[in-house]
């Protein structure tokens, strides 16, 4: 069975960093998305990350602040966000394509997601 689990979200001060962890159990290789949801909004594609050949991708809104990452040894991928604004609080999810090795079309077609980790920022 394939689960995700996320960790690391804290309450922080605007311009400061925090790494979120994603584990994975129950596939051999995974492609890795993050995603965010705040109140009152949709959720939004954040990053992902390859499987394949560590390829990355980015939103415009977090590109330069946020660097994805992944430790095959440990199936966990990371995503460390630095300088956080106030548009960055909201639930993070990790997400993965079961069966696909790369994050093509990397916005959709996410089948396992994990249970999120609230992200705070404070003024």
């Known amino acids: 069975q394939v689960q995700l689990v996320e960790s690391g979200g804290d309450l922080v001060e605007s311009g400061g960093s925090l790494r979120l962890s994603c584990v994975v159990s129950g596939l051999d290789y995974f492609p890795i998305g993050w995603f965010r949801q705040a109140p009152g909004k949709e959720r939004e594609g954040v990053s992902c990350i390859n499987d394949s050949d560590g390829l990355t991708y980015y939103s415009d809104s977090v590109k330069g602040r946020f660097t994805i990452s992944r430790d095959d040894a440990k199936n966990t991928v990371y995503l460390q966000m630095n300088n956080l604004e106030v548009n960055d609080p909201g639930i993070y999810y990790c997400?993965?394509?079961?069966?696909?090795?790369?994050?093509?079309?990397?916005?959709?077609?996410?089948?396992?997601w994990g249970q999120g980790t609230q992200v705070t920022v404070s003024s």
């Open positions: 997400a993965t394509k079961p069966g696909q090795h790369s994050c093509l079309n990397w916005r959709t077609n996410y089948d396992s």
